[in-house]
C-alpha cells in the first residue's frame, strides 16, 4: 500500500473549510496543488489506496443533483481510507433557511469528520459550515464557488503549461449563472493569467470588469491570442425567460467550433467542467480531438484535487489524534 | 454574411447617366450649390459645380435638371408593406410604386406583418418579393419577441445575418422591462438598434388623446403620460445596459424633454416623428374622422408645437412615413374600433417641406431627417452625395403648389387625412442604384 504522509507539523494548510477559491493566498493553491500531483502519480499506480484517513467519515451532501462531481469526491475519500457516506436531498422537498440548519445539526450530531456539501443556493454551504463541528468543502454553491473545480481546472493547466503565471485564459458562455467562472476568475487571477470572458451580454453579470477581468460580446476578438479556451455549460436549469433566444442561434454565434478557435494560439488548449452540451456551447468533434481537449485530463484531475483538499483539511485533526495516540502510548512514568 | 442582399436587381446595367443643371443637396455633407452629377451603372461617379465645365462625356445620357433639387434619394424607416398577410390593403410592388411616386429610394418594413418578421424565412420572402418588383430598396426589421408576444426574445443574430437592420415590435410596445432590457442588452451583440413604439400599453387603450375634445366627443383618452411613461423607463434601462434605442413616432414634449435631456448625458438614443404628428392636432378628429385615428394618437397644439421645436433643435432625427394603410373597412367604422394608421409614402416629402416653406428649419436640415439620419441610425448604404455611394437620387420642384389628392395615390389604401391639404414641393424623378423608377421617360424632359 502506498504510503503519502507528511509530519504532523507539516499542517501547509491554515483552513478549517474549503468554502471558495476567495481567500485563499497564492501560496496555498501551490501547496494544494503540488500535493494533488502526488496523489495524481498514486492515482495511476496500481494500488490505489492508502490509509490516511481510515476511520474518518467522510459525507457527501448533495442538494442538487451531480454524478461526476459526487463520485469523483466519493472515489477521493475512498482512496484515502475513509467511509464515505452519500446523501442526496432532492431540493424541491426542502425549504431553505430552518430545515438546511436542521439537517447540518442532525448530520453534526453524527460527528462526520468532513462535509462535502452541494447546494443550489448561492452562500448555502457557508452558512451550513457555521452549524457543524467538521470540515465542509463548498462542492458548489448555486452561482457562487466551486472551487474544487478551479483547482482541478488548475492542476491540468499547470501540468500541461508548466505554470499559469501570464497565461491568457479565455472563459466563455453562461458566466452569469457560472461558479465554475466565478471561482476560476479569482483563482487565475490569484495565479498571475489574464483572464478574460466571453458571452453575450445577457449572460454576462453586471460589473464583471470589477473582478479583474476583460468582457467580450465577440468570440473571435476575444479568443483573440489565447491559450487556453474554457467553455461553460449553457445553463438552462437555472434560466428564467429568455437569456438566449435559440441553441441554434447560440452555437452560431457563442459555440466553440474548428472555426472561431483558430482565432485562438494555434496550440491553444480546450477545457469543459462537464457535463457537455455538445453542439450547443461546444463542437462535438472538437471536444473529442485529443491534440486540443483537455476535457478528459480535467476528470483525472479532478480526483486527485479532492484527495489533497481532503488530506490537507484533515491534518489538524490528524495531528490531534496522534499527539493524544502518543501520550496513550507513552503514557506517564 | 449570408444576407440575401435586399435590393431590387437591375435587369440591364443602367450606364452612365449625367444630371446636368441641378441643384445638389447633400446633408450629410452640407453641400448646396448648383451643378451636375454623373452615376455610373448603380454608383455616383462624381459631382459637383465644375463637373461638366470640360465637357459631357460622350457615352452619358443626359437628364437636363433645370434648377430642380438633386438630393440623395429617400428614406422612409417606417413602411407597413402588408404583405404578407393583408394584400388587400397593400403589397411590396404597391407599396415600392407608391414610395417612387414620393421620392423614396429605400424603404424599412416593420416586422407587423402576417407572419410576423420573426424568423429569417420571413426576410427572405420580403427580400425575394422585392427584387421581383424592381423598385425600390426594401430593407426589414425583425420583431424584438417572438410573434409580438413580449417574452421571448428573436434570434437576432441569425436575423441580422440575414438582413434585419434593427428590431421592432411594430405598433405593440415592449412592456415586460425584463424582457426589454434584455433586448437592450442582447442586442450589443450584434450592435442593432431597438426600437420601441412608446406607450404603456396599460395606459394607451383609448381612442385618441385625452383632453378636451375626446371629452366632447365621449371617447375613452390616451393620455401624454403614457407615452413619456414608457420612454423614462426605457433610457433607464438603455443607461443600464449601455443598448442602442430609438424611439417611434414621438409626439409629446415631455417624452422629447426626457429625450433631449437622454442625448444630452450621451445615451445612443434617437427617435422619429410623422409628418401628421407636427402638421395637425387633435382637432383634425374633429366629427370622428377614423382617417385621422392614428397611434399614438394626435396630440394637442402644445404638443405639435413641441414637435415642431424638436425638429428644429435636432431632437428628433428623423421623419418617417409611418405608413399605415388600410381598406375601407377598417376606417369606415365607429371610430373607437376603426384602425389606427395613414398613408404616407407619397405626402411624406412635400409634408416634410413645410417645415423649410415655414421658416421653421433650413432645407438641408429637413433633408437629413430624410435621408442621412436614418441612413447613420440603421447603418444603411446611402443617404449621401458622394462618389461611390449608390445612385439612390430624388430630383424634386422645391416650389411647385399643388393639392394632396390621396385618390390620385399608388398605394392600394387611400386612408389619409389630407384630402385637398394644399403643400409646397413635388418630386418629379425618383432613381434607384443609378436607374430612373418614377419619372419622365424621355430623359431630356423633366
Known sequence: ?333 | MISAGMKPVSTKNPGRVAYVNARLLDPATGLDETGGLLTDGTKIADLGSHLFNDGLPEDAQVVDCAGLCLSPGLIDMRVQLREPGAEHKETIESASRAAAHGGITSMVALPNSEPVIDDVAILEFIARRAREAKLVKVYAYGTVTRGLKGRELTEFGLLTEFGAVGFTDGLTAVSDSQVMRRALSYSRTFNQVIIQHPEDPALAGGAMNEGEVATRLGLTGVPSAAEVIMVERDLRLVALTGGRYHVANVTTAAALDAIRKAKQSGLDVTCDTAPHYFTLNENSVGDYRSFAKVSPPLRGEEDRKAVEDALADGTIDVIASDHSPHDQDSKRLPFAIAEPGIVGLESLLPLSLQLYHNKQLSLLDVLSKLTSGPAGILGLNGGSLKAGAPADLTLFDLNKPWQIDPDSFQSKSKNSPFTDYPVQGMVRRCIVDGRCIYGPENTQQI
Open chain 1, 1 to 333: 500500500m502506498t504510503d503519502i504522509r507528511h509530519t504532523a507539523d507539516d499542517l501547509g494548510f491554515a483552513h478549517r473549510h474549503l468554502l471558495g477559491i476567495d481567500g485563499l493566498t497564492a501560496e496555498q493553491i501551490s501547496f494544494l496543488l503540488d500535493l494533488s500531483d502526488s496523489y495524481v502519480a498514486l492515482n495511476r499506480s496500481d494500488d490505489k489506496k492508502t490509509s490516511l484517513l481510515r476511520g474518518r467519515t467522510v459525507i457527501n451532501l448533495f442538494f442538487e443533483n451531480s454524478t461526476r462531481t459526487r463520485t469523483s469526491f466519493e472515489l477521493a475519500g475512498k482512496r484515502l481510507g475513509a467511509d464515505v457516506i452519500n446523501m442526496s436531498v432532492s431540493s424541491s422537498s426542502i425549504k431553505k433557511g430552518e430545515t438546511l440548519i436542521d439537517t447540518a445539526m442532525t448530520l453534526n450530531a453524527m460527528h462526520p469528520d468532513v462535509l462535502i456539501v452541494r447546494h443550489p443556493d448561492s452562500g448555502a454551504v457557508k452558512l451550513l459550515s457555521e452549524k457543524v463541528n467538521g470540515a465542509v468543502i463548498n462542492g458548489g454553491d448555486g452561482s457562487h464557488e466551486h472551487p474544487t473545480q478551479a483547482l482541478l481546472d488548475a492542476l491540468t493547466i499547470r501540468r500541461r503549461r508548466g505554470s499559469l503565471q501570464g497565461l491568457r485564459v479565455a472563459i466563455c458562455g453562461d458566466i452569469l449563472h457560472s461558479r465554475v467562472a466565478r471561482s476560476n476568475i479569482q483563482l487565475l487571477g490569484i495565479m498571475g493569467a489574464h483572464v478574460r470572458v466571453i458571452a453575450p451580454p445577457t449572460l454576462l453579470p453586471n460589473n464583471i470588469e470589477r473582478l479583474g477581468v476583460e468582457a467580450f460580446f465577440d468570440m473571435r476578438e476575444g479568443l483573440k491570442d489565447c491559450d487556453i479556451v474554457m467553455m461553460l455549460r449553457l445553463q438552462t436549469e437555472r434560466m428564467q425567460g429568455s437569456f438566449v433566444p435559440s441553441i441554434r442561434e447560440y452555437f452560431r454565434f457563442f459555440g466553440l467550433d474548428r472555426e472561431k478557435l483558430q482565432a485562438a494560439k494555434p496550440d491553444a488548449l480546450i477545457m469543459h467542467p462537464g457535463p457537455m452540451n455538445r453542439g450547443v456551447e461546444i463542437d462535438s468533434e472538437l471536444a473529442d480531438d485529443i491534440d486540443r481537449s483537455l476535457i478528459r485530463d480535467q476528470v483525472e484531475m479532478g480526483v486527485a484535487v479532492r484527495m489533497a483538499c481532503l488530506d490537507a483539511l484533515t491534518r489538524t485533526l490528524r495531528s490531534n489524534s496522534a499527539k493524544r495516540a502518543a501520550t496513550q502510548v507513552g503514557g506517564p512514568a
